[in-house]
């Protein structure tokens, strides 16, 4: 055996990735709520529900987006002879 295999890097999934970014995101958010104390005032006015609609939104976007751009083409067969 060859000691001087290369080992492949193994990359992570896309939703691992997504997921780590998201996590990324809201460490950034909470760490820089002590340095920006009067910026956030207006964010005291939301409520859960505000955030719940949010989240829907973005989800129905993402999979409206999916279906129209990522959708795969398919090809009939039966059509063809």
């Known amino acids: 055996m060859d000691k001087k295999k290369k080992k492949r890097k193994v990359l992570p999934c896309r939703r691992c990735l997504i997921i780590r970014y998201f996590i990324l995101a ?4 909470i760490a820089c709520i002590p340095l920006a104390d009067e910026r956030f005032e207006p964010l005291q006015a939301l409520t859960v529900w505000h955030f719940v ?12 987006f ?16």
Do not use: C, W, Y
């Open 26 to 29: 809201a460490a950034l958010v």
């Open 53 to 64: 609609f949010a989240i829907l939104g973005i989800g129905v976007a993402g999979f409206i």
């Open 66 to 81: 999916k279906l129209i751009f990522e959708m795969p083409t398919h090809q009939d067969r039966d059509n063809e002879s």
